[in-house]
């Protein structure tokens, strides 16, 4: 299993962009597919976008295509969001998960970050 660890998260204003970021422990980083959920106030958590292994391959919610950007760094064990236009709707916290295959489902990964706080006022 690999550890890992978010941040990057903040207070920003609808336009902004940021970005986040899940630093992996552990060697088998590039085994694992990678994806980001994130969990609104009093909602449920809910699937952002995923990536293959290689990173050759993304998948993202409606709601985020076209904003959000997932992308991975296999070297440096390093998996990012890159969101952009953000806009009130957006605010919730965001976990990353390291998983066997790319699904939007929680059920298909393993381990799981604390979260990062991402907030976006209007």
């Known amino acids: 299993q690999v550890q890992l660890v978010e941040s990057g998260g903040g207070l920003v204003q609808a336009g902004d962009s940021l970005r986040l970021s899940c630093a992996a422990s552990g060697r088998t980083f590039s085994s694992y597919a990678m994806g980001w959920f994130r969990q609104a106030p009093g909602k449920e958590r809910d699937f952002v976008a995923s990536?293959?292994?290689?990173?050759?391959?993304?998948w993202y919610a409606d709601s985020v295509r076209g904003r959000f950007t997932i992308s991975r760094d296999n070297a440096g064990n390093t998996v990012y969001l890159q969101m952009n236009r953000l806009k009130p709707e957006d605010t919730a916290v965001y976990y990353c998960?390291?998983?066997?295959?790319?699904?939007?489902?929680?059920?298909?990964?393993?381990?799981w970050g604390q979260g990062t706080q991402v907030t976006v006022s209007s």
């Open positions: 990536i293959s292994p290689s990173g050759g391959r993304n």
């Open positions: 998960a390291a998983g066997t295959i790319p699904n939007p489902k929680e059920g298909f990964y393993d381990c």
